[in-house]
T-cell receptor, first 112, second 113 residues
Framework: EAGVTQSPTHLIKTRGQQATLRCSPISGHTSVYWYQQALGLGLQFLLWYDEGEERNRGNFPPRFSGRQFPNYSSELNVNALELEDSALYLC???????????FGDGTRLSIL | GENVEQHPSTLSVQEGDSAVIKCTYSDSASNYFPWYKQELGKRPQLIIDIRSNVGEKKDQRIAVTLNKTAKHFSLHITETQPEDSAVYFCAASKKGGSEKLVFGKGTKLTVNP
């Protein structure tokens, strides 16, 4: 069974640009979660999608947004990139209403 | 909102010794507590989890204990091996883990051969 897959592996952008990160959940999983892992700050919850709907968002500005597609894959969009957005962005998936969450390898976003 | 504190931030042990990592949480509604292991450059991997209706859970050399009254939970690794070296994260969640995970800041465990 394939795990959670994320693309791209690395993404290099400059300040003010926009970034799109993609996530495919484990087959049969309908919930997708996004986390930011910045150096020294652990994993911080960004967004949670289930059955195509945004269920919850963390304490991040509105320029962090996303969506979930009918096949349950998900996109994270970050607009007006800032230097402090440099981090590893991790996607996790789970069955609806059930733990545990399984993580992908992440997308390393670097802002120059 | 929920806050999870994790200690220590770094832990160095000799191969064969035990390692203990402790976490406290603030929201008494939290009822699901997973532990993840993240090796350098790799994804966080679930190693064990516990729900609030259970006080202790074991899986081979790994055990987790939960004290709901004190709102703390701990990871115990016995007979440590060099391959146990990694960063370990505790987390807490409400509604059985179907909601967001709130993570501690991690413990870097080094097992010296």
């Amino acid at each position: 069974e394939a795990g959670v897959t994320q693309s791209p592996t690395h993404l290099i952008k400059t300040r003010g640009q926009q970034a799109t990160l993609r996530c495919s959940p484990i087959s049969g999983h309908t919930s997708v979660y996004w986390y930011q892992q910045a150096l020294g700050l652990g994993l911080q919850f960004l967004l949670w999608y289930d059955e195509g709907e945004e269920r919850n968002r963390g304490n991040f500005p509105p320029r962090f947004s996303g969506r979930q597609f009918p096949n349950y894959s998900s996109e994270l969009n970050v607009n007006a990139l800032e230097l402090e957005d440099s981090a590893l962005y991790l996607c996790a998936s789970s069955q609806t209403g059930m733990a545990p969450q399984h993580f992908g390898d992440g997308t390393r976003l670097s802002i120059l | 909102g929920e806050n999870v504190e994790q200690h220590p931030s770094t832990l160095s042990v000799q191969e064969g010794d035990s390692a203990v990592i402790k976490c406290t949480y603030s929201d008494s509604a939290s009822n699901y507590f997973p532990w993840y292991k993240q090796e350098l450059g790799k994804r966080p991997q679930l190693i064990i989890d516990i729900r609030s209706n259970v006080g202790e859970k074991k899986d081979q050399r790994i055990a987790v204990t939960l004290n709901k009254t004190a709102k703390h939970f701990s990871l115990h690794i016995t007979e440590t091996q060099p391959e146990d070296s990694a960063v370990y994260f505790c987390a807490a969640s409400k509604k059985g883990g179907s909601e967001k995970l709130v993570f501690g800041k991690g413990t870097k465990l080094t097992v010296n051969p």
